[in-house]
């Protein structure tokens, strides 16, 4: 791209243009990109920023995988959209055969949707209709963990954590049910006595609580978490006994990045809804989903209207399901649990130095999810020139200094990421 051509779009962009998180009339630096592929993002002035953060979490198995965007272009040559009442297609049901054989036993149902945000809304609803469906109208709320991140709709800033980044919406969102944020670490000791509390919230408003629903081992972008899955059985079986229903979302979790395919996988349990997103389509094209058991499906059935009430436009896009059905594939074809394996040994080695810094609170990693807890918050703005100039891309939440990288960075790519890391732990690039 020639250099004014840049600064025009950029300028434009910067009058007219939103960007996540920010402000209209200060808006934070952008970089304009122009490819990507494998691990490697390149900018229009040709400066290569290694991605550690997996573009948010969804380029799996790296950017613009020869694989996957040819079965894009497969199915473009076909149809690119078709409306999902009264229509079905062969993407679609192939996706669906492909996630109910990998998911946790007993899912049975797959309702697309079109964003992880849109697939808990999704969730919800269902819980809802269940419940309401079966005779229990008085459940009409949910209940979550604090230190949990759900989505950027209303009804999902709702079941965030209130302390978060949505706090300025408190005051006009539902009121759902918080227990404390799960209090035993991923690899520490378990204690019955940790489910103390969520049992006590249950024993007192079970009546009210159509389900509770957790990221399932991670909290990720409420603060980068790692529990004990001991938590999960036992809320398994509080659910039961209340006749709550356990909704996972494993928007974050899915598709390897704790090390098992999905992170209920560690507490060997089923939940009776999951929602999926993010990785699904290795990345390539927006596409999430909402799973339940018969259960559910059945009692939502049962009752009026009997039919579950949602349907977004591009409800199983035939590109996206097209690249999920490539992307699953995908999994099978390479040992991506040897892959996360060897990133999670790289990042416990390379990070550990950072571990005795006198800035740094903690140094956690599960399967391809390094962390390094800070005293203080960092500005993604403020950091980006040192990035830049490093060639590595990360985004700091708050405290929280993490990389996820896509899994087939190679070790000397992964190396440049935990160096940078341990430098701006070390207070450089500020
Ligand atoms: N759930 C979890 C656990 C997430 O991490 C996210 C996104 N970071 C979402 C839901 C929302 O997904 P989306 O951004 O696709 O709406």
């Known amino acids: 791209m020639k250099v004014d051509e840049l600064s025009s779009l950029l300028e434009f962009d910067r009058r007219h243009v939103w960007h996540p998180y920010a402000s209209?009339?200060?808006?934070?630096?952008?970089?304009?990109?122009?490819?990507?592929?494998?691990?490697?993002?390149?900018?229009?002035?040709?400066?290569?920023?290694?991605?550690?953060?997996?573009?948010?979490?969804?380029?799996?198995?790296?950017?613009?995988?020869?694989?996957?965007?040819?079965?894009?272009?497969?199915?473009?040559?076909?149809?690119?959209?078709?409306?999902?009442a009264g229509?079905?297609?062969?993407?679609?049901?192939?996706?669906?055969?492909?996630?109910?054989a990998v998911v946790p036993e007993g899912m049975s149902r797959v309702f697309y949707a079109d964003s992880g945000s849109i697939a808990v809304e999704v969730a919800v609803k269902m819980?809802?209709?269940?419940?309401?469906?079966?005779?229990?109208?008085?459940?009409?709320?949910?209940?979550?963990?604090?230190?949990?991140?759900?989505?950027?709709?209303?009804?999902?800033?709702?079941?965030s954590d209130p302390d978060g980044m949505h706090g300025c919406f408190a005051h006009v969102l539902p009121r759902h049910i918080f227990a404390p944020i799960p209090p035993v670490a991923f690899g520490a000791e378990w204690d019955d006595a940790a489910l103390a509390p969520v049992a006590e919230l249950l024993e007192r408003h079970g009546e009210e609580v159509a389900g509770v629903i957790l990221e399932p081992v991670l909290q990720g972008a409420g603060g980068m978490r790692f529990y004990h899955p001991a938590y999960l059985r036992g809320l398994r079986e509080l659910c039961d006994r209340h006749g709550v229903l356990l909704v996972l979302d494993e928007?974050?979790?899915?598709?390897?990045?704790?090390?098992?395919?999905?992170?209920?996988?560690?507490?060997?349990?089923?939940p009776d809804i999951m929602c999926v997103g993010k990785a699904l389509t290795g990345g390539t094209v927006t596409l999430a989903a909402t799973l339940c058991?018969?259960?559910?499906?059945?009692?939502?059935?049962?009752?009026?209207?009997?039919?579950?009430?949602?349907?977004?436009?591009?409800?199983?896009?035939?590109?996206?399901?097209?690249?999920?059905?490539?992307?699953?594939?995908?999994?099978?074809?390479?040992?991506?649990?040897?892959?996360?394996?060897?990133?999670?040994?790289?990042?416990?080695?390379?990070?550990a130095p950072a571990a005795s810094l006198p800035?740094?609170?903690?140094?956690?990693?599960?399967?391809?999810?390094?962390?390094?807890?800070?005293?203080?918050?960092?500005?993604?703005?403020?950091l980006m020139p040192f990035l830049l100039r490093e060639g590595v891309w990360l985004r700091p939440i708050g405290r929280y200094l993490y990389t996820m990288p896509p899994f087939v960075i190679s070790a000397s790519e992964l190396s440049r990421i935990t160096g940078v890391m341990v430098r701006i732990a070390a207070g450089e690039g500020l």
């Open 24 to 84: 209209a009339t200060e808006p934070p630096p952008v970089n304009c990109a122009v490819k990507a592929a494998g691990s490697v993002i390149t900018l229009a002035d040709g400066t290569e920023l290694i991605d550690g953060l997996s573009s948010w979490w969804c380029v799996a198995h790296g950017h613009n995988h020869p694989r996957l965007t040819a079965a894009i272009q497969e199915q473009l040559q076909e149809f690119c959209q078709i409306m999902f």
């Open 359 to 382: 800035g740094a609170t903690d140094v956690r990693v599960l399967g391809a999810v390094g962390v390094i807890e800070l005293e203080q918050s960092l500005s993604p703005g403020a």
């Open 87 to 100: 229509f079905t297609h062969a993407p679609a049901v192939e996706l669906s055969r492909r996630l109910l």
């Open 251 to 270: 928007v974050a979790t899915g598709f390897g990045r704790t090390g098992k395919f999905f992170a209920a996988e560690y507490a060997g349990i089923s």
């Open 127 to 159: 819980a809802l209709q269940y419940q309401f469906s079966t005779g229990h109208g008085s459940r009409t709320r949910m209940l979550t963990v604090r230190g949990g991140y759900h989505g950027d709709t209303v009804g999902t800033m709702a079941l």
């Open 293 to 351: 058991n018969e259960r559910v499906a059945t009692g939502i059935s049962k009752g009026a209207p009997g039919r579950l009430m949602h349907g977004p436009t591009f409800m199983a896009n035939p590109l996206a399901c097209a690249a999920g059905c490539a992307s699953l594939a995908l999994f099978e074809e390479y040992d991506w649990s040897e892959k996360v394996r060897g990133i999670e040994g790289q990042l416990r080695r390379e990070l």
